[in-house]
């Protein structure tokens, strides 16, 4: 089975193709074609993701992506058959709200045609809603073109099969598995009983750590996104002998639950530096300092919320995953406890080029769904920006 798949929920405009064959979770995964445009540097001047303005590149990109991707997978066949008018209408319905990608679309039929593909997958939540509506209405539109099943995918799922594929395959783990979700927008604990199981059992009261990890940034002056950023200057900081410690509180570290609160630590790190600097220049090495204690203080919370998980839930494996999981303190520290200390526990930690948002990962989701043959249920799909992980499980 051959899928398409769209994932637009934040700054990423990803399209990819996978082939996949055989039965789940024992298929094999072919990546024919893989296209992503970065949004980061259009919004760094704003210090964030602007909604409406990544909705406008969403639409600007997705088309010249799915080219990409079509190329790539050489899955392009070109046609003389002209598109009947009943059809142009339908496009230009779907695609309302994007001005301008119906008139592409239909000039990009008359292009390339009709590829061999089975299915359409796209991200419906959670995310930013503006931009996710661009990929639905997008994949929508495809799915009327192709006439071709469409089905809607939880963004955190597909991270999830992200941090288990290991570029041909899923890895085979041992349920019940807990998952550490981490990025911008969400830090959160998911337990797996088996691959049709999602229960959400913990989750931050405020503050995402990616979030926090880029409010930090600020404070420190230095430029979107925050967290590569102060994770560089904390290695470096590590690496000094003797270098000062600043001791920064570990919020809710000990509370008998799975949560999270990091404005704690955020707020920490602002009067730390009221105190220490005032009105005055925030140095290079006050720079390397405060993001070594910020990052080993995110740390420790959550290793030790998340091996609390696992004990509450006996937990066989441990899934990483999300943009955050691709900070080499937190892999590292992971790592070594679990090798060191928690030998009975098996750590799944995706591939670094997989950890910031892809439509591969969206494929992925999509196979584990939907079957060769299958007959859909007729869903909407609608954009959700607060879609729970626990949606995407299979009834």
Known sequence: MIILSIETSCDETAVSIVEATGEFPNAHYTVLGDALFSQIDIHREYGGVFPALAKREHIVTILPMLQKALAQANLTHPTSTA???????????????????????????????????????????????????????????????????????????????????????????????????????????????????????????????????????????????????????????????????????????????????????????????KNTVGEGEITEEIREEVSCAFEDAATEVLLKKSLRAVDLHGAQSLILGGGVSANKHIRTVFKNTIETDRTDVTLYLPDPKLTTDNSVMIALAAYAKYKPGETLEKKEIVAQGNLSVSAGARA
């Open 83 to 273: 598109l009947p008018s009943q059809k142009k209408e339908e496009l230009q319905t779907l695609l309302l709200r994007e001005p301008g990608l119906a008139d592409s679309l239909i000039s990009f039929f008359d292009t390339y045609g009709i590829p061999p593909i089975d299915v359409i997958a796209v991200t419906e939540g959670p995310g930013l809603e503006p931009a996710l509506w661009v990929g639905i209405n997008f994949a929508k539109a495809l799915g009327s073109l192709w006439e071709i099943p469409v089905i809607g995918i939880n963004h955190m799922e597909g991270h999830i099969f992200s941090s288990i594929f290991d570029g041909t395959k899923i890895e085979p783990i041992a349920f019940p598995a807990m998952a550490l979700l981490i990025s911008g927008g969400h830090t959160e604990l998911v337990l797996m009983k088996n691959w049709s199981s999602y229960e959400l059992v913990g989750k931050t009261r405020d503050d995402a750590v990616g979030e926090a990890f880029d409010k930090v940034a600020r404070m420190l002056k230095l430029p979107y996104p925050g967290g590569p950023e102060i994770s560089r200057r904390a290695e470096l900081h590590r690496a000094k002998e003797n270098g000062k410690i600043i001791p920064l509180p570990r919020p809710m570290i000990d509370t008998n639950d799975c949560d999270f609160s990091f404005s704690g630590l955020k707020t920490a790190v602002l009067y730390y530096l």
